[in-house]
T-cell receptor, first 113, second 112 residues
Framework: DTAVSQTPKYLVTQMGNDKSIKCEQNLGHDTMYWYKQDSKKFLKIMFSYNNKELIINETVPNRFSPKSPDKAHLNLHINSLELGDSAVYFC????????????FGPGTRLTVT | QKEVEQDPGPLSVPEGAIVSLNCTYSNSAFQYFMWYRQYSRKGPELLMYTYSSGNKEDGRFTAQVDKSSKYISLFIRDSQPSDSATYLC????????????FGTGTRLTIIP
């Protein structure tokens, strides 16, 4: 009965490749997020979707493109991977009308070589 | 300068000690303050959530917010080895799903 799940858990790839990370939540939430956590544990929001509509788009390179096929799924596609993209990517979800808590997935550890 | 500053530690204390974790921030619009706990190789989980200034207690955990000083704290009483984790403060300006701004996290180890 996993609340927020991500696949894959680990992703090792070479520079220049394109990769996708998938996220699914079974909490019935209407809002989903992507966060990036760097090697120093700094967690920074990248995108937020509410009912499949983009509501937060931080300064993220165009190589990153989120896609929300429905409100239970939010995928992240990354084109032309760079060394600096290596990080842990977390998906999270919450309910816009409350309660406020954001539930995080287990993370996807991306290593670009 | 980051919007939210947090001492990265690491912080090691003996079991049973009182732990104090702190964050300072610069954005006076922040009204909602949270503490997340993150175990190694896991996603963050919400521990405490407070609105505006004041204290909030939940078991062994107490969160304090001083908006006049732009300073928040998390106190852990009777610390246990299971409290060993990274603690992240987070803040937002609006209720709901306004973006959270996180501190860099403090790595805490409780020594049995």
């Amino acid at each position: 009965d996993t609340a927020v799940s991500q696949t894959p858990k680990y992703l090792v790839t070479q520079m220049g490749n394109d990769k996708s990370i998938k996220c699914e939540q079974n909490l019935g939430h209407d809002t989903m997020y992507w966060y990036k956590q760097d090697s120093k544990k700094f967690l920074k929001i990248m995108f937020s979707y509410n009912n499949k509509e983009l509501i937060i788009n931080e300064t993220v390179p165009n190589r990153f493109s989120p896609k929300s096929p429905d409100k239970a799924h939010l995928n992240l596609h990354i084109n032309s991977l760079e060394l600096g993209d290596s990080a842990v990517y977390f998906c999270a979800s919450s309910q816009m009308t409350g309660p406020y808590e954001q539930y995080f997935g287990p993370g996807t550890r991306l290593t670009v070589t | 300068q980051k919007e939210v500053e947090q001492d990265p530690g690491p912080l090691s204390v003996p079991e049973g000690a009182i732990v104090s974790l702190n964050c300072t921030y610069s954005n006076s619009a922040f009204q909602y303050f949270m503490w997340y706990r993150q175990y190694s190789r896991k996603g963050p989980e919400l521990l405490m959530y407070t609105y505006s200034s004041g204290n909030k207690e939940d078991g062994r955990f107490t969160a304090q917010v001083d908006k006049s000083s732009k300073y928040i704290s998390l106190f852990i009483r009777d610390s246990q080895p299971s409290d060993s984790a990274t603690y992240l403060c987070a803040m937002s300006a609006d209720f709901g799903n306004e973006k959270l701004t996180f501190g860099t996290g403090t790595r805490l180890t409780i020594i049995p």
